[in-house]
Protein backbone atom coordinates (compact mmCIF):
# COMPACT_ATOMS: atom_id res chain seq x y z
CA UNK A 1 0.00 0.00 0.00
CA UNK A 2 1.09 3.93 -0.36
CA UNK A 3 2.81 4.67 2.89
CA UNK A 4 0.52 8.35 2.16
CA UNK A 5 -1.90 9.28 0.10
CA UNK A 6 -3.39 12.52 -0.34
CA UNK A 7 -6.69 13.05 -1.99
CA UNK A 8 -8.94 16.12 -3.10
CA UNK A 9 -6.59 18.52 -1.41
CA UNK A 10 -5.91 21.87 -1.48
CA UNK A 11 -3.12 23.63 -0.42
CA UNK A 12 -2.31 21.40 2.16
CA UNK A 13 1.45 20.74 2.37
CA UNK A 14 3.82 17.61 3.66
CA UNK A 15 7.12 18.96 5.43
CA UNK A 16 9.93 16.54 6.70
CA UNK A 17 8.63 13.06 6.73
CA UNK A 18 10.28 10.14 6.20
CA UNK A 19 8.42 6.98 4.13
CA UNK A 20 9.91 2.97 3.94
CA UNK A 21 9.17 0.42 2.61
CA UNK A 22 5.65 1.07 1.33
CA UNK A 23 4.36 0.51 -2.62
CA UNK A 24 4.42 4.59 -3.09
CA UNK A 25 5.64 6.75 -0.59
CA UNK A 26 3.76 9.69 -1.29
CA UNK A 27 0.33 10.38 -3.59
CA UNK A 28 -1.41 13.08 -4.52
CA UNK A 29 -4.98 12.80 -6.17
CA UNK A 30 -6.81 15.60 -7.43
CA UNK A 31 -5.01 18.07 -4.85
CA UNK A 32 -4.40 21.79 -6.03
CA UNK A 33 -1.84 23.85 -4.85
CA UNK A 34 0.46 22.81 -1.34
CA UNK A 35 3.76 21.55 -1.28
CA UNK A 36 5.87 18.39 -0.26
CA UNK A 37 9.19 20.08 1.55
CA UNK A 38 12.15 18.14 2.67
CA UNK A 39 10.67 14.93 2.65
CA UNK A 40 12.15 11.23 2.03
CA UNK A 41 11.41 8.52 0.26
CA UNK A 42 13.16 5.35 0.65
CA UNK A 43 13.15 1.11 -0.85
CA UNK A 44 9.62 1.47 -2.63
CA UNK A 45 8.10 -0.93 -4.21
CA UNK A 46 7.12 1.25 -6.76
CA UNK A 47 7.69 5.38 -7.14
CA UNK A 48 8.56 7.95 -4.95
CA UNK A 49 6.20 10.38 -5.02
CA UNK A 50 3.25 10.33 -7.44
CA UNK A 51 1.29 13.87 -8.58
CA UNK A 52 -2.07 12.44 -10.45
CA UNK A 53 -4.34 14.93 -11.68
CA UNK A 54 -2.88 17.47 -9.39
CA UNK A 55 -2.25 21.34 -10.44
CA UNK A 56 0.01 23.37 -8.67
CA UNK A 57 1.74 21.56 -6.68
CA UNK A 58 5.44 22.25 -4.99
CA UNK A 59 8.01 18.97 -4.67
CA UNK A 60 11.02 20.78 -3.30
CA UNK A 61 14.21 19.57 -1.16
CA UNK A 62 13.12 16.38 -1.04
CA UNK A 63 15.26 13.06 -1.16
CA UNK A 64 14.72 9.67 -3.00
CA UNK A 65 16.87 6.62 -2.88
CA UNK A 66 16.32 2.76 -4.27
CA UNK A 67 13.11 2.81 -5.35
CA UNK A 68 11.90 0.69 -8.12
CA UNK A 69 10.36 2.40 -10.66
CA UNK A 70 10.25 6.18 -11.05
CA UNK A 71 11.47 8.71 -8.32
CA UNK A 72 8.57 11.76 -9.23
CA UNK A 73 6.27 10.68 -11.54
CA UNK A 74 3.17 13.83 -12.73
CA UNK A 75 0.25 11.88 -14.17
CA UNK A 76 1.07 7.81 -13.31
CA UNK A 77 -1.59 7.30 -16.36
CA UNK A 78 -2.91 8.72 -19.59
CA UNK A 79 -6.09 10.04 -17.87
CA UNK A 80 -4.40 11.81 -14.83
CA UNK A 81 -1.95 14.33 -16.10
CA UNK A 82 -0.58 17.28 -13.99
CA UNK A 83 0.18 20.46 -15.03
CA UNK A 84 2.04 23.55 -13.34
CA UNK A 85 3.66 21.93 -10.73
CA UNK A 86 7.40 22.84 -9.51
CA UNK A 87 9.83 20.10 -9.04
CA UNK A 88 12.49 21.66 -7.57
CA UNK A 89 16.04 20.91 -5.83
CA UNK A 90 15.29 17.55 -5.30
CA UNK A 91 17.79 14.36 -4.97
CA UNK A 92 17.38 11.18 -6.40
CA UNK A 93 19.49 8.28 -6.43
CA UNK A 94 19.19 5.10 -8.12
CA UNK A 95 15.52 4.88 -9.28
CA UNK A 96 14.83 1.36 -10.76
CA UNK A 97 13.12 3.62 -14.45
CA UNK A 98 13.04 7.08 -14.42
CA UNK A 99 14.31 9.82 -12.11
CA UNK A 100 11.33 12.03 -13.10
CA UNK A 101 8.80 11.18 -15.19
CA UNK A 102 6.59 13.96 -16.63
CA UNK A 103 2.61 13.99 -18.39
CA UNK A 104 1.20 17.66 -18.62
CA UNK A 105 1.62 20.82 -19.03
CA UNK A 106 3.20 23.97 -17.61
CA UNK A 107 5.78 22.12 -15.30
CA UNK A 108 8.59 23.60 -13.93
CA UNK A 109 11.45 20.96 -13.33
CA UNK A 110 14.47 23.06 -11.93
CA UNK A 111 18.00 22.72 -10.35
CA UNK A 112 17.56 19.03 -9.59
CA UNK A 113 19.90 15.86 -9.40
CA UNK A 114 19.37 12.65 -10.66
CA UNK A 115 21.97 10.16 -9.97
CA UNK A 116 22.54 6.64 -11.87
CA UNK A 117 18.76 6.11 -12.50
CA UNK A 118 18.28 3.01 -14.49
CA UNK A 119 16.08 4.13 -17.27
CA UNK A 120 15.89 8.16 -18.57
CA UNK A 121 16.76 10.43 -15.47
CA UNK A 122 14.29 13.32 -17.23
CA UNK A 123 11.57 12.50 -19.24
CA UNK A 124 8.25 14.03 -20.82
CA UNK A 125 5.34 11.53 -22.00
CA UNK A 126 3.40 11.78 -25.27
CA UNK A 127 -0.12 10.76 -24.33
CA UNK A 128 -1.37 12.95 -23.79
CA UNK A 129 1.27 15.19 -25.14
CA UNK A 130 3.82 17.04 -22.61
CA UNK A 131 3.08 20.47 -23.61
CA UNK A 132 5.32 24.01 -22.14
CA UNK A 133 7.29 22.45 -19.56
CA UNK A 134 10.71 23.68 -18.62
CA UNK A 135 13.88 22.40 -17.42
CA UNK A 136 16.47 24.36 -16.09
CA UNK A 137 19.72 23.47 -14.10
CA UNK A 138 19.07 20.33 -13.71
CA UNK A 139 22.10 17.21 -13.30
CA UNK A 140 21.60 13.95 -15.21
CA UNK A 141 24.79 11.83 -13.53
CA UNK A 142 25.46 8.16 -15.08
CA UNK A 143 21.55 7.77 -16.15
CA UNK A 144 21.05 3.63 -17.64
CA UNK A 145 19.90 5.27 -20.77
CA UNK A 146 19.42 8.74 -21.99
CA UNK A 147 19.96 12.19 -19.80
CA UNK A 148 16.58 13.33 -21.08
CA UNK A 149 14.01 12.24 -23.33
CA UNK A 150 11.36 14.51 -24.80
CA UNK A 151 7.96 14.00 -26.34
CA UNK A 152 5.41 16.10 -26.68
CA UNK A 153 5.54 19.96 -28.11
CA UNK A 154 7.48 23.20 -26.85
CA UNK A 155 9.21 22.43 -24.11
CA UNK A 156 12.48 24.31 -22.96
CA UNK A 157 15.40 22.97 -22.11
CA UNK A 158 17.89 24.86 -20.26
CA UNK A 159 21.33 25.04 -18.92
CA UNK A 160 20.86 21.37 -18.03
CA UNK A 161 24.21 18.96 -17.60
CA UNK A 162 24.58 15.19 -18.11
CA UNK A 163 27.55 12.97 -17.99
CA UNK A 164 27.82 9.86 -18.45
CA UNK A 165 24.82 8.80 -20.16
CA UNK A 166 23.98 5.36 -21.32
CA UNK A 167 22.63 6.06 -24.46
CA UNK A 168 22.20 9.58 -25.89
CA UNK A 169 22.79 12.61 -23.85
CA UNK A 170 19.42 14.22 -24.92
CA UNK A 171 16.75 12.72 -27.21
CA UNK A 172 13.96 14.37 -29.20
CA UNK A 173 11.75 12.30 -30.78
CA UNK A 174 7.53 12.15 -31.22
CA UNK A 175 6.56 15.76 -31.45
CA UNK A 176 7.90 19.99 -32.23
CA UNK A 177 8.71 23.12 -31.02
CA UNK A 178 11.56 21.85 -28.31
CA UNK A 179 13.79 24.20 -27.44
CA UNK A 180 17.24 22.87 -26.45
CA UNK A 181 20.16 25.77 -25.16
CA UNK A 182 23.38 25.61 -23.00
CA UNK A 183 23.48 22.05 -22.32
CA UNK A 184 26.20 20.07 -21.46
CA UNK A 185 27.04 16.65 -22.37
CA UNK A 186 30.09 14.80 -21.47
CA UNK A 187 30.84 11.21 -22.43
CA UNK A 188 27.94 9.95 -23.73
CA UNK A 189 27.54 6.33 -24.73
CA UNK A 190 25.83 7.68 -27.96
CA UNK A 191 24.75 10.83 -29.44
CA UNK A 192 25.07 14.03 -27.58
CA UNK A 193 21.75 15.38 -28.97
CA UNK A 194 19.89 13.02 -31.08
CA UNK A 195 16.63 14.79 -32.76
CA UNK A 196 14.63 12.21 -34.55
CA UNK A 197 12.92 12.68 -37.67
CA UNK A 198 9.59 12.40 -36.22
CA UNK A 199 10.64 16.10 -33.98
CA UNK A 200 10.27 18.73 -35.81
CA UNK A 201 10.70 22.80 -35.20
CA UNK A 202 13.25 22.31 -32.34
CA UNK A 203 16.10 24.64 -31.67
CA UNK A 204 19.44 23.66 -30.20
CA UNK A 205 21.48 26.28 -29.08
CA UNK A 206 24.38 27.21 -27.16
CA UNK A 207 25.29 23.38 -26.22
CA UNK A 208 28.89 22.14 -25.00
CA UNK A 209 28.98 18.42 -26.20
CA UNK A 210 32.36 16.51 -25.22
CA UNK A 211 33.73 13.21 -26.07
CA UNK A 212 30.50 11.87 -27.27
CA UNK A 213 31.11 7.86 -28.11
CA UNK A 214 29.15 8.35 -31.84
CA UNK A 215 28.23 12.08 -32.78
CA UNK A 216 27.51 15.28 -31.26
CA UNK A 217 24.42 16.66 -32.75
CA UNK A 218 22.67 14.40 -35.05
CA UNK A 219 19.43 16.07 -36.22
CA UNK A 220 16.61 14.34 -38.51
CA UNK A 221 13.99 16.22 -37.61
CA UNK A 222 12.73 18.63 -40.42
CA UNK A 223 12.64 22.59 -39.83
CA UNK A 224 15.31 22.72 -37.23
CA UNK A 225 17.37 25.37 -36.11
CA UNK A 226 20.69 24.46 -34.83
CA UNK A 227 23.66 26.98 -34.04
CA UNK A 228 26.60 28.28 -31.71
CA UNK A 229 27.22 25.06 -30.54
CA UNK A 230 30.33 23.40 -29.37
CA UNK A 231 31.34 19.94 -30.23
CA UNK A 232 34.80 18.41 -29.02
CA UNK A 233 36.33 15.08 -29.50
CA UNK A 234 33.09 13.00 -30.83
CA UNK A 235 33.80 9.45 -31.99
CA UNK A 236 31.94 10.15 -35.43
CA UNK A 237 30.78 12.68 -37.27
CA UNK A 238 30.49 16.40 -35.12
CA UNK A 239 27.49 17.16 -36.50
CA UNK A 240 24.87 15.68 -38.94
CA UNK A 241 22.00 16.96 -40.22
CA UNK A 242 19.63 14.92 -42.03
CA UNK A 243 15.52 17.29 -42.21
Known amino acids: ?88 RNRIVGAGDEGIDISGSGNA ?34 PGLSGFGITGTDNILTDNVVVKSGDHALRLELGSGHVVQGLRAVRSESDGVFCRDDASGVTVSGCKIVKPLEKGLDIAGDGATVFANKVTRPGLDAVEIEG
Open 109 to 142: VEDNLVLESNGTAFRTEFDPPAAGNTFSGNKALR
Open 1 to 88: VDARTLDGCTDCSVEKIRVTGAFVGIRMLGCSGGSLLKCRAESLTDSGFSLDDSTGVTVEKCSIKGVARDGIILGETVATPSDDCVLR
